[in-house]
């Protein structure tokens, strides 16, 4: 054999080397996006799972005090409103998607207001036929829930009527019920902190809500990050990112950081009352899955 002939011969060979290579690199990305894929679909329903249970906790706190003088009237209205607005944001954006300015809503997304909505609608039926105490709905909510509701309505009038010319994608209506939404997340837990701080007690505040919530967070956060590991761009400033969603999990964080330390270090309730309520109400959560 000439010295061309082995020349061509090992380029020949080179490239099928280099072809096989390029061709498993491909197999093994399509395979490590398809795990991410059902990773992520797994990580979701147990960011569903246990933010939908731990509304029951409440439920079944205020239903066994017969009471809802432990439960922030604030945080609950509040809720009403921020989970309406969250609801329409998520519905537009799961099936009208980008048009509307809004990415990256899953299905467990969808679930999880729709649920949220039964929910809450539940805590106003027991806030209607139980006791209050001296619990109220401070001047502060009635003031800024009607503030909310106006600029939600008059925005979205000036945009889908009217025609208001808005270029960037953040700055649509739906967008901006997000935002709300993440404005009255920030509002509605500081009633129940400075609640508990004024009864020195967190005595009808359900702490396995709180529990629940922080799994909730910690896997509503962790698939966002996997989304936008599957998407290559790991930069939450972008239009790919629910950032809405993703920001909700970090406050939520935050906040049930805040009431475990009331509940455990500030305001300790005895072991066992506390060993009391926690079963209790476990097997209150139970019941309902």
């Not at 209205?77 to 099936?95: A, H, M, P, R, W």
């Not at 806030?127 to 001047?139: A, D, E, F």
Request: net charge positive; hydrophobic share 45%.
């Amino acid at each position: 054999m000439c010295i061309r002939d082995r020349w061509y011969q090992r380029r020949v060979h080179g490239g099928i080397e280099v072809f096989s290579a390029i061709n498993q690199g491909r197999n093994l990305l399509i395979s490590t996006m398809f795990d991410l894929s059902v990773l992520s679909n797994v990580i979701g329903w147990i960011y569903f799972f246990a933010w939908s249970s731990s509304f029951y906790g409440q439920i079944y706190e205020n239903w066994k005090l017969k009471s809802v003088e432990g439960f922030s009237l604030d945080y609950h209205v509040l809720n009403i409103t921020g989970y309406i607005f969250y609801t329409t944001y998520s519905t537009v954006g799961y099936f009208g998607g980008p048009s509307h300015g809004v990415k990256g809503v899953t299905e467990q997304d969808l679930a999880f207001v729709y649920h949220a909505l039964f929910a809450v609608t539940v805590l106003s039926v027991q806030i209607l036929i139980y006791p209050h105490g001296k619990n109220r709905v401070s001047t502060f909510t009635k003031v800024i829930l009607p503030i909310f509701w106006s600029i939600a309505l008059s925005y979205s009038f000036l945009y889908y009527v009217l025609g208001l010319p808005v270029e960037s994608n953040f700055l649509k209506p739906v967008p901006c019920l997000g935002y709300i939404k993440l404005t009255i997340t920030l509002i509605k837990y500081i009633p129940p902190v400075y609640w508990n701080f004024k009864r020195k007690s967190t005595k009808g505040w359900s702490i396995i809500n709180i529990l629940l919530d922080v799994v909730g967070g910690c896997f509503s956060v962790l698939q966002i990050i996997i989304q936008l590991i599957m998407d290559g761009n790991l930069s939450y400033f972008t239009q790919d990112l629910n950032s809405v969603k993703f920001l909700l999990g970090i406050i939520t964080l935050f906040f049930d950081s805040l009431f475990i330390l009331q509940h455990y270090v500030v305001y300790p309730q005895p072991k066992y009352e506390q060993a009391q309520l926690m079963s209790d109400e476990s097997s209150a959560v139970s019941a309902k899955a």
